[in-house]
């Protein structure tokens, strides 16, 4: 069986999507593969209790427990490194997963490492894209769902989706506009590796 650990740090409509999607297409099936823990660094996050009622055993590695050690970076890393291996995953997937990953980390999952960034990388990578991309006069936007290197927002383009940006479009009606078109790449692109 391929093991796929889901990374989230907040509400989870990504994970819900692919966890979705995965019952849909019966890929323990058809692919041998299947959801087999969600983790997140937040133990408030809302993709938590979303998880559970799918019946997905959760995990939190706290970040914020680490905060007051030498090297908190490094020492979270191997915690999470460690929750992770447990289930000897195929995939590791960030699902709006709010950190910056160790370059030890990155090494550790290389080529079993995907993420999704709310933009048309190689542009804006980093945080508020929608924003930035309204700021800057953009008439498109959209999702990268991309391979991890160490390098933040970088890395190999599996798939990507665009999204007109409308004049009246704040940030949250993009945000909201883009999500929905994360919620297809993103399974589609897993499911598209897992065959590979
Ligand atoms: C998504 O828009 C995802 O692309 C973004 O966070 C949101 C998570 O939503 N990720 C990043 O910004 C990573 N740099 P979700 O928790 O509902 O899936």
Redo the contacts with the bound molecule.
């Keep these: 069986m391929k093991n796929i650990v889901i990374l989230?740090?907040?509400?989870?409509?990504?994970?819900?999507?692919i966890i979705r999607t995965a019952k849909a297409q019966h890929w323990e099936k058809h692919l041998q593969a299947k959801v087999a823990c969600v983790i997140s660094n937040k133990p408030t996050a809302k993709?938590l209790n979303l998880a559970q009622q799918h019946g997905i055993s959760t995990q939190v590695v706290d970040h914020t427990a680490f905060s007051n050690i030498t090297n908190p970076r490094e020492a979270f890393d191997t915690a999470l490194i460690k929750e992770i291996d447990q289930h000897t995953p195929a995939l590791v997937v960030?699902?709006?997963?709010?950190r910056i990953l160790t370059p030890v980390f990155v090494a550790h999952y290389e080529g079993r490492l995907v993420?999704?960034?709310?933009s048309l990388l190689p542009a804006f990578p980093?945080?508020h894209?929608h924003q930035r991309a309204i700021d800057t006069g953009c008439k498109f936007a959209g999702?990268t769902v991309h391979q991890v290197t160490a390098e933040l927002?970088h890395g190999h383009i599996l798939a990507q989706a665009v999204v007109p940006i409308l004049e009246n479009d704040t940030a949250d009606s993009l945000?909201a506009r883009?999500?929905t078109q994360?919620h297809l790449i993103y399974p589609a692109a897993i499911e598209k590796l897992l065959k590979d």
């Design positions: 989230i740090s907040g509400d989870g409509s990504n994970m819900d999507a993709g960030l699902a709006g997963f709010m993420n999704i960034h709310p980093g945080l894209t999702a927002d945000s883009v999500l994360e």
